[in-house]
C-alpha cells in the first residue's frame, strides 16, 4: 500500500507539473501562431483594396505593349530591307 502512496506522490511532483509547463508552452505557440495569422489576414484585406484600379492598369498595359509591338515590326522590316 505505501507503493500507491510513493507512485501518486511522484506523479504530483514531477510529472504533473511537467505537462503543465509542456502545456503552456504549447498555448504560448499557439497564440503567436494566431497573431501571426490575423497580421496576415489584415495585410491582405488592406491588399484587395489597393486592386481596384487593376483593370485599367491592365487595359494601360496592353495599349502599350500593341503601341510597342507596332514600332517593333515597323523597325524589324526597316532592318530587313536594309540587309536584305
Known amino acids: 500500500m505505501t507503493w500507491w502512496w510513493?507512485?501518486?506522490?511522484?506523479l504530483l511532483v514531477v510529472?504533473?507539473?511537467?505537462?503543465?509547463?509542456?502545456?503552456?508552452r504549447i498555448l504560448g505557440a499557439?497564440?503567436?501562431?494566431r497573431g501571426a495569422a490575423d497580421?496576415?489576414?489584415a495585410g491582405g484585406v488592406a491588399l484587395?483594396?489597393?486592386?481596384?484600379?487593376?483593370?485599367e492598369s491592365l487595359a494601360v498595359t496592353g495599349?502599350?505593349?500593341?503601341q510597342v509591338a507596332v514600332?517593333?515590326?515597323?523597325?524589324?522590316?526597316?532592318?530587313?530591307?536594309?540587309l536584305g
Open 6 to 10: 510513493i507512485g501518486n506522490a511522484v
Open 39 to 41: 497580421d496576415i489576414l
Open 15 to 24: 510529472v504533473v507539473p511537467v505537462l503543465i509547463a509542456l502545456l503552456n
Open 48 to 55: 484587395t483594396g489597393e486592386l481596384d484600379d487593376l483593370p
Open 71 to 82: 514600332g517593333a515590326v515597323r523597325y524589324a522590316g526597316s532592318v530587313g530591307k536594309l
Open 30 to 33: 499557439a497564440e503567436r501562431i
Open 63 to 66: 495599349r502599350t505593349i500593341d
